[in-house]
């Protein structure tokens, strides 16, 4: 069952995000900075909303859509100094956090293929996480996840976008029917930037 998701969830969804997508850096920040900061911000941020899918009272995978995920980014930087205790607590388990959190504060270059446009600039929501509990995946959960995010957003805007930098990610939203418009780098990283326009493609 796909639902939207509620305050009590969170413990769940953060043990859905540390399962699947361990080597991201907001997991390895710690479960009690999920748990405790940051998905409390990410249900008070206003146009943003959770789905999860679940099964025998269970929540097993869940995708967050923001309306302006620059937005959300910017609540959750708000709280900085909580924030830098966790860093300086993964820093020391994890030197990989400091090349991501300095890259971050660099800020990112935009590649947008000719005769795009800025889709970025554009006012469309976002896939901010996507994940789904590993025991569950290949289920097409995720498919599910979207689709029902879509039927919603769809009355309000043309266009879904999403960033990833992971191979089996881009080719899943390709598969869905995303293509890619641009690129953006932070550091080294290299990030696919994809845009869902069933209109245009139908």
Same mark, same amino acid.
């Given at each position: 069952m796909i639902r939207y998701a509620r305050i009590e969830d969170i413990p769940d969804i953060a043990d859905v995000h540390l399962r699947a997508l361990p080597e991201d850096l907001l997991p390895r920040l710690g479960r009690s900075y999920l748990v405790k900061e940051f998905y409390p911000?990410?249900?008070?941020?206003?146009?943003?909303?959770?789905?999860?899918?679940?099964?025998?009272?269970?929540?097993?995978?869940?995708? @967050?859509?923001?309306?302006?995920?620059?937005a959300l980014t910017g609540q959750i930087?708000?709280?900085? @100094?909580?924030?830098?205790?966790?860093?300086?607590?993964?820093?020391?388990?994890?030197? !990989?956090?400091?090349?991501?959190?300095?890259?971050?504060?660099?800020?990112? !270059?935009?590649?947008?293929?000719?005769?795009?446009?800025?889709?970025?600039?554009?006012?469309?929501?976002?896939?901010? @996480?996507?994940?789904?509990?590993?025991?569950?995946?290949?289920?097409?959960?995720?498919?599910?996840?979207?689709?029902?995010?879509?039927?919603?957003?769809?009355?309000?805007?043309?266009?879904?976008l999403v960033r990833t930098s992971a191979r089996r990610a881009r080719d899943f939203y390709l598969r869905f029917g995303f293509r890619i418009f641009g690129y953006e780098f932070r550091g080294k990283r290299k990030l696919n930037l994809l845009i869902y326009e069933p209109a245009k493609s139908g």
């Open positions: 911000q990410v249900f008070r941020c206003a146009d943003t909303f959770t789905l999860v899918n679940e099964e025998n009272n269970r929540v097993n995978a869940f995708c @967050i859509f923001a309306g302006d995920s620059r930087m708000r709280k900085k @100094i909580r924030l830098a205790g966790y860093l300086a607590v993964s820093l020391v388990k994890d030197l !990989r956090v400091f090349n991501e959190v300095i890259a971050i504060l660099k800020g990112s !270059r935009i590649e947008l293929n000719a005769g795009e446009g800025d889709h970025l600039n554009a006012g469309l929501p976002e896939i901010y @996480i996507i994940a789904t509990d590993p025991r569950f995946q290949s289920r097409g959960l995720g498919r599910e996840i979207i689709e029902k995010g879509w039927n919603i957003l769809s009355a309000r805007y043309p266009a879904l």
